[in-house]
């Protein structure tokens, strides 16, 4: 057995709390938000049957990969990925791999915060009655006001800004664990009842049929990668934020076991809040694919109309804030961590100083919904080529990297003593994926999308 590190930043007082602060990072907007929208635009079922290929065959490995990375190098993904590669005889270059997930973090950041910002002032929206009654005409109008106001959108976003470094300011123990002990389970609840509320619809049938039933004709390479981009990023990987949380998981759990029971969660509420809203969509004929407003025109319609929905409507945008807040603390704590071990930095003064970046840098998509919103580049505005270089390159990317070092960079014996696994079948399946499935299915879905694989194919064939 290897020498074992400690982190100098703390460690997670229990397994358990692990999945929790897991889980808070992986539950985020990604599911309640995103989710349903991109499931929206890209068709429903197929899509969606993509995805969940996506999370067993590449998701749940490379979070094995990266918790694993992150309790052997017990540092920041930076000087992990130096100090792993060090240890293996190879070019202590890797540490390029951390920076890229450190600045990947910075730029979901710096958009993430300005969406939670609108499930903020949503919380205002449903506590003073706003959607109490309201048509779904009546609650889009609020949507598209809220987005037509940067200075809405900035003082939202600034706010939630400074909450997450607050929370970031205070460490591992502090800050992080307290909040997310019944925020998760808060949340699955209040998207149960919404999903009860859906079953009165009268349109469940129909929310189902568009989640699971496959059609895969209208399914693009570029749904393809979207998909996948997804999986990265819902299940937060490829950027180093479960390697920053790994390195603080106590030397005896289980990598296995508790990665399964992250990602099934981190599924379950994904499908959950998407039985919720679709039904809804198709009750009040509104369009699935209208975007990134889908939640915000759909669920305050529900709220609106069902009893007690002020209260409701009120606790599930609180909610939804406190998933994302557990999940922007995440983003960040791979950049803290560095400037607390290379810059000498307090805690404190490294929060200010990244929160202070991002927070400009989230600026582009305040404006990218109002004043900006002609300026486009393939067609795509600021805010829509960040979430598209982020989710559909860098995370993938940066995952591809991962497995390739855990798979073929790290020794055999370091894996496996580090998962603490024999040599049985799981062990030697999730070598296999590591190896090869993960990077190969990666390298595909990009050539795909990219067109280059059907350009291959032909040049192959000739
Ligand atoms: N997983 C988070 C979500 O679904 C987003 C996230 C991505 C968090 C990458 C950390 C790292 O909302």
Redo the contacts with the bound molecule.
């Keep these: 057995m290897a020498q074992r590190r400690s982190s100098m930043h703390g460690q997670w007082s229990s397994r358990w709390v692990f999945v929790l602060a897991a889980t808070g990072?992986?539950?985020?907007?990604?599911?309640i938000w995103?989710f349903p929208y991109i499931t929206g635009e890209n068709g429903g079922g197929a899509f969606v049957l993509v995805y969940l290929v996506c999370i067993a065959g590449i998701g749940i490995p490379i979070m094995m990969a990266e918790v694993l990375l992150g309790r052997r190098g017990r540092q920041s993904p930076i000087n992990t990925m130096a100090t792993l590669a060090r240890e293996a005889k190879h070019s202590p270059h890797w540490k390029y791999l951390g920076w890229s997930g450190v600045l990947a973090?910075f730029l979901?950041l710096s958009y993430?915060s300005v969406i939670a910002g609108w499930a903020l002032s949503y919380v205002f929206r449903a506590a003073s009655g706003r959607f109490t009654d309201a048509s779904a005409d009546e609650v889009g109008a609020i949507f598209n006001n809220l987005l037509a106001s940067p200075e809405s959108l900035l003082a939202w976003h600034t706010i939630f800004m400074v909450m997450t470094m607050v929370v970031v300011a205070r460490g591992v123990r502090h800050g992080l664990e307290k909040a997310i002990r019944f925020l998760m389970p808060a949340l699955f609840m209040l998207l149960l009842i919404m999903v009860g509320y859906a079953l009165n619809t009268g349109y469940f049938d129909e929310g189902l049929a568009f989640l699971f039933d496959a059609d895969f004709s209208s399914l693009s390479g570029d749904s393809v990668l979207i998909a996948m981009g997804h999986a990265f990023?819902?299940?937060?990987l490829g950027?180093g934020?479960i390697m920053i949380y790994g390195s603080y998981v106590p030397e005896k759990a289980s990598i296995a076991g508790t990665t399964f029971m992250i990602a099934g969660a981190d599924t379950l509420v994904a499908l959950v809040a998407g039985m919720a809203i679709f039904p809804i969509v198709f009750a009040n004929g509104l369009e699935p694919g209208q975007g990134p407003g889908l939640i915000f025109v759909t669920l305050p319609i529900a709220f609106g109309q069902m009893p007690g929905g002020l209260f409701f409507g009120t606790l599930f945008f609180v909610l939804v804030v406190f998933a994302?807040w557990s999940?922007a603390i995440?983003?960040i704590e791979p950049a803290i961590t560095w400037l607390v071990e290379n810059k000498g930095m307090k805690r404190a003064t490294a929060s200010i100083g990244a929160g202070i970046v991002t927070w400009f840098v989230g600026l582009g998509t305040v404006l990218s919904f109002n004043l900006w919103s002609g300026y486009t580049l393939f067609d795509k505005t600021f805010f829509d080529l960040l979430d598209y270089l982020t989710a559909n390159i860098m995370?993938p990317l940066g995952g591809l990297f991962i497995a390739v070092f855990a798979g073929w960079i790290m020794t055999r014996e370091a894996t496996q003593d580090e998962l603490r696994m024999r040599d049985h079948v799981g062990y030697r399946l999730w070598r296999f994926l590591v190896r090869y499935v993960t990077p190969a299915a990666v390298i595909v879905v990009f050539l795909e999308a990219t067109g280059l694989l059907g350009w291959l194919m032909t040049v192959l064939e000739r």
């Design positions: 990072s992986a539950v985020g907007l990604g599911n995103k973090g979901i993430y990023f819902t299940l937060s950027m934020a994302a999940s995440s983003l995370l």
